[in-house]
Nanobody, 122 residues
């Protein structure tokens, strides 16, 4: 059973920074895609950033140049540095894995963490 655990959320003032981390557990040899999504109250879950196994990133337009996603393939972890946070960034942030190899089989489909709350307020 693969599990994702996010950490690093919290309360920050507008303009501040946070660094989110997502660790994995379970039988994983490699992961195709890791990423971050967020869901604000009353809104749909939306893509924030993704990172492929070779380091290619994709960002939502609203966070480009302020958020940086990265990953450690050896540890199967993913991070997101969030700078110059705006009030509209407040949401629950979820870690996501799409496609992984457990050493025997390749697994498709999405795996989600439980989420970490980010609050941006003065």
């Amino acid at each position: 059973q693969v599990r994702l655990v996010e950490s690093g959320g919290g309360l920050v003032q507008p303009g501040g920074s946070l660094r989110l981390s997502c660790t994995t557990s379970g039988r994983i040899c490699s992961i195709k895609m890791m990423g971050w999504y967020r869901q604000a109250p009353g809104k749909d879950r939306e893509l924030v950033a993704t990172v492929t196994s070779d380091g290619r990133t994709n960002y939502a337009d609203s966070v480009k140049d302020r958020f940086t996603a990265s990953r450690n393939n050896a540890e199967n972890t993913v991070y997101m540095q969030m700078n110059n946070l705006k009030p509209e960034a407040a949401a629950v942030y979820y870690c996501n894995v799409e496609g992984y190899y457990d050493g025997t089989h390749y697994h498709t489909g999405a795996i989600w963490g439980q989420g970490t709350q980010v609050t941006v307020s003065s």
